[in-house]
């Protein structure tokens, strides 16, 4: 198993793992990602961390099916919870889950200290990426990288986020909503996903416009988003 064998979004996400990297992989059913890396000898070392037993028992069985184990750990446990100092790790990959839910996770392992801020995190939220992003900022992480890609027809976004230790990071509302970097590739995935938004809101407006009851306060605001994303696709 090596990396051509992940799907695009899985590839995507290991493509922005470096060599050497020491690799949390948390969310890991069957531990996918982590075994292609250290299959292509990308890691030398890597955690994944799974809080469900079935998925759990599916990484544990992965690894021990393609002759692993002394690369991979896999550990049951919430989160960053897995972890420890003694772990050295130097990027975390947090795949296929909404973006409040890898917030939280975040959130909780900065609560407890198991995250140190030394490692490089490398998401992928299926949605909630505004919510996602304002965690990043709020917690003075720099988002380096950013990446959109389409598979079986779901458009999926991916940051790479490091703490920054001397400046505030900030944010405008635009970036956050639509992302540091994506707007500039000037992607026809990009492009695409705002045009479907766009779309969506048209028609939440359409209806808003024909109800019986006063809807001023929400036909403003949906109004100004999409200005908001007209000015984006311009
Ligand atoms: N990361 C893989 C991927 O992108 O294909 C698996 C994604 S799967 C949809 C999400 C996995 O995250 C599930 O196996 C779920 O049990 C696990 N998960 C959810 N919350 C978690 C948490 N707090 N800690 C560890 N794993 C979690």
Not at 22 to 41: E, F, M, Q, T, V
Not at 94 to 106: E, N, P, Q, R, T
Not at 109 to 134: A, C, D, W
Not at 205 to 213: D, E, F, Q, W
Request: glycine share 8%.
């Amino acid at each position: 198993m090596d990396e051509s064998q992940l799907s695009l979004r899985l590839s995507t996400a290991a493509s922005y793992v470096e060599q050497g990297d020491r690799l949390a992989d948390i969310g890991s059913d069957h531990a996918y990602l982590p075994c292609a890396l250290a299959s292509n000898g990308k890691v030398a070392f890597a955690i994944a961390g799974e809080v469900v037993k079935g998925p759990f028992q599916a990484a544990q069985n992965q690894v021990n099916r393609l002759g692993l184990t002394k690369q991979i750990s896999v550990r049951l446990g919430d989160g960053l919870e897995v972890l420890s100092p003694a772990d050295e790790v130097s990027a975390i990959t947090i795949c296929g889950m909404g973006g409040s839910l890898i917030a939280s996770i975040l959130d909780n392992g900065f609560k407890k200290g198991h995250l140190t801020g030394k490692e490089r995190l490398i998401l992928q939220p299926n949605v909630g990426e505004v919510m996602l992003r304002k965690w990043l900022v709020d917690h003075n992480y720099m988002i380096t990288a950013e990446d959109i890609i389409e598979e079986n027809g779901k458009i999926y976004e991916l940051m790479v986020a490091v703490k920054n230790p001397t400046e505030k990071s900030l944010a405008t509302a635009s970036q956050l909503t639509f992302g540091f970097y994506l707007k500039d590739k000037n992607s026809a995935i990009f492009k695409k996903k705002w045009q479907k938004e766009l779309e969506k809101n048209q028609y939440i407006l359409a209806s808003l416009t024909k109800s019986s009851v006063d809807q001023t306060a929400k036909i403003k605001l949906i109004e100004a988003e999409i200005q908001e994303i007209e000015e984006v696709l311009k």
